[in-house]
């Protein structure tokens, strides 16, 4: 049964770690208590909007897309904070003064570069 389980509604995972993800933090609950205090808002700004469409669509799917992203992003705090830390800080830096950090390339250079 490719990409979808016997009630067709759990898409098969995308990322290798989201079985482990799945399986270490399988609550709304959980996820939250594996963030950063930083990004607990965002967390429930993201799955609140997900309820909410939800119930207007009677569609499980931006639940269960948010709730695999926040997981993904619990493991990823799990296994090693203080990146994940150094990680946030350069996101705001480049949001903060629109520029990319020294030594990174483009989205679109980095493909080329892999025969994307």
């Known amino acids: 049964m490719s990409g979808a389980d016997v ?12 079985e ?3 399986e ?4 709304p609950e959980d996820i939250r208590a594996a963030l950063l205090p930083e ?6 700004a993201a799955y609140e909007a997900a309820l909410v469409a939800a119930r207007k669509t009677l569609h499980l799917d931006e639940l269960r897309h948010v709730l ?9 705090t799990e296994q090693d904070p ?5 990680t946030l800080a350069t996101i705001a830096e480049v949001q903060r003064t629109g520029r990319s950090r020294p030594g990174s390339v483009s989205w679109n250079d980095l493909k080329a570069e892999l025969g994307l």
């Open 7 to 18: 009630d067709r509604l759990e898409p098969t995972p995308e990322w290798v770690g989201d």
């Open 24 to 27: 270490r933090f399988p609550s």
């Open 39 to 44: 990004e607990a808002p965002d967390f429930d």
């Open 20 to 22: 482990v993800a799945a």
């Open 68 to 76: 695999r992203a926040w997981r993904r992003v619990a493991l990823m």
């Open 82 to 86: 203080d990146a994940h830390r150094r």
